[in-house]
């Protein structure tokens, strides 16, 4: 099986390409990344001579580019590729726009000219929007995305669904709560408290600090891809979620303790406009229709994910240079001198 994988130089993307490569010996990757901040080719070096796997720095926007890539017997798409982070899509909408819905697109007119046998479109629980005390999210659940991040993911899934319904391209959606564990880029929750908290520095809180979000490890996420490729009922939704409901209070209190540092850290600030407070997925249709369980108990995932960043402190302070930064001030500067 040949597949293209777009983003496999992010987070997830890089664990995915790794996690396939070493189950599946004889299957061929093309790896296609535009190297944003959020792309980093450290996070592959482990294959860098792996023959099954070839990288393609390009951008999914580029259409004349996705058509050549593909039309080389491409048999299975999986799109990572995104721009993935709330905080900044609050920022700079546009990007997210170009690349989650435009590039979306592209990728889905390359596919369906080529007549692949798969499309797997890696989206997210935030298309559902938030929930209250109760519930959780179904693959049925309306989509009601509240910041610029999710709206542009929903705008990604309708789109592929829309190639389904009306070419007939062989897809599936997936939607995954948030995940952790190697190779995530610092500035999302766990590896940001992670890297501040062993660096002693003030650790930013938002609002109560009351959210909740469902965390799974990543390569329970990947498992559950592996899955669907292979399983998956064209034109179907999948959600991913291990019922792993932590408040962000919680996580940052649990990595506090295992690092042995002080909770006077904790340090509350403006609130992030739109906030969701809650998600929490629903997973019985991808356990029972495809098998799939996760691995990882949060505590377990959340020891391992801590070593890692321990033993890999110079792949994380690497990248805590130039934009991330420039970032880091434009987004906490004036929360941390102006504490809620
Ligand atoms: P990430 O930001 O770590 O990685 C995204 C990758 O996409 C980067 O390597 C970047 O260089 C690449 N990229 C960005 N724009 C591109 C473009 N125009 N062309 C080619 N490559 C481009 O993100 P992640 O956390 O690994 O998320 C991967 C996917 O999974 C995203 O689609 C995201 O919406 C989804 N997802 C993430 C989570 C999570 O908790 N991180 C949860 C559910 C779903
Ligand atoms: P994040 O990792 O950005 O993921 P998402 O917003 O996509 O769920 O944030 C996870 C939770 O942590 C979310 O409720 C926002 C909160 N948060 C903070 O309190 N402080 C921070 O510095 C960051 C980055 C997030």
Redesign the pocket.
């Known amino acids: 099986m040949k597949l293209l994988v777009t983003g496999g130089a992010g987070f997830i993307g890089s664990n995915f390409v790794l996690y396939m490569l070493k189950k599946y010996p004889d299957y061929q990757i093309v790896n296609v990344d535009t190297l944003t901040y959020a792309g980093n080719l450290e996070n592959l070096k482990s294959i860098e001579n792996d023959p099954n796997h070839v990288f393609v720095k390009a951008d999914i926007r580029d259409a004349a580019k996705m058509d050549e890539l593909i039309g080389q017997g491409i048999d299975v798409v999986v799109n990572f590729a995104a721009e993935s982070?709330?905080?900044r899509s609050i920022m700079e909408p546009d990007i997210f726009v170009k690349t989650n819905v435009l590039g979306t697109q592209v990728l889905l007119d390359a596919a369906k000219k080529h007549g692949i046998s798969k499309f797997v479109q890696v989206s997210t629980d935030?298309v559902y929007g938030t929930l209250g005390e109760t519930g959780l999210f179904s693959e049925a659940t309306p989509l009601a995305p509240n910041s610029p991040?999710s709206a542009s993911k929903a705008g990604g899934d309708l789109l592929v669904r829309a190639y389904h319904e009306t070419f007939g391209l062989p897809v599936n959606i997936t939607r995954c709560s948030?995940n952790y564990g190697p190779y995530q880029f610092p500035?999302?929750?766990?590896p940001?408290i992670i890297s501040k908290a062993s660096e002693d520095e003030p650790l930013?809180?938002?609002?109560d600090?009351m959210?909740i979000?469902d965390w799974l490890y990543v390569e329970d996420h990947c498992s559950a891809i592996d899955l669907v490729i292979h399983k998956g009922r064209n034109g179907e939704v999948y959600n991913i979620g291990g019922n792993n409901e932590r408040t962000?209070v919680h996580i940052i209190k649990t990595i506090l303790k295992q690092l042995g540092k002080s909770e006077s850290l904790m340090t509350y600030v403006k609130d992030?406009p739109g906030?969701?407070r809650r998600?929490g997925i629903d997973p019985t249709k991808t356990m029972t229709e495809l098998g799939w369980k996760p691995r990882h108990s949060f505590e377990t995932g959340i020891r391992e994910t801590i070593k890692w960043y321990l033993d890999n402190k110079e792949w994380w302070t690497r990248i805590q240079s130039g934009e991330y930064q420039e970032y880091y001030s434009r987004q906490?500067g004036a929360r941390l001198g102006d504490q809620a």
């Open positions: 982070h709330v905080d935030e991040y948030n500035e999302k929750l766990i940001l930013p809180i938002y609002g600090g959210n979000r962000n992030r906030h969701d998600y906490y």
